[in-house]
Nanobody, 123 residues
């Protein structure tokens, strides 16, 4: 059974940094598209970063230049490095996995999801 589990969330001051990890079990990352999403209170879920099987990455404008997505295929861990965080980054962050390359994702629909981890940015 495929499971994704996020960790590393917490409270951080604006301008600070935080790293989120997503550990996968039940399959290997190889050949999959992985992504990070977030949902703030009262807002729709937002896709913020993805990484393809070959390491190609993409970012939402809201996090471009501040966040970095990466993965360790040997350890089956997905990372999100968050720098220069802002109050508007406060949200529950989710990792997700799609059973094919990123170009086949339709409407942000990934196949597997983690339970989420809370990130709170204070001024």
């Amino acid at each position: 059974q495929v499971q994704l589990k996020e960790s590393g969330g917490g409270s951080v001051q604006a301008g600070g940094s935080l790293r989120l990890d997503c550990a996968a079990s039940g399959y290997t990352y190889t050949g999959y598209c992985m992504g990070w999403f977030r949902q703030a209170p009262g807002k729709e879920r937002e896709g913020i970063a993805h990484i393809d099987f070959d390491g190609d990455t993409g970012y939402a404008d809201s996090v471009k230049g501040r966040f970095t997505i990466s993965k360790d295929d040997n350890k089956n861990i997905l990372y999100l490095e968050m720098n220069n965080v802002k109050s508007e980054d406060t949200a529950v962050y989710y990792c997700a996995s799609h059973r094919d390359i990123c170009s086949t994702v339709v409407g942000g629909r990934f196949d597997y999801w983690g339970q989420g981890t809370q990130v709170t940015v204070s001024e």
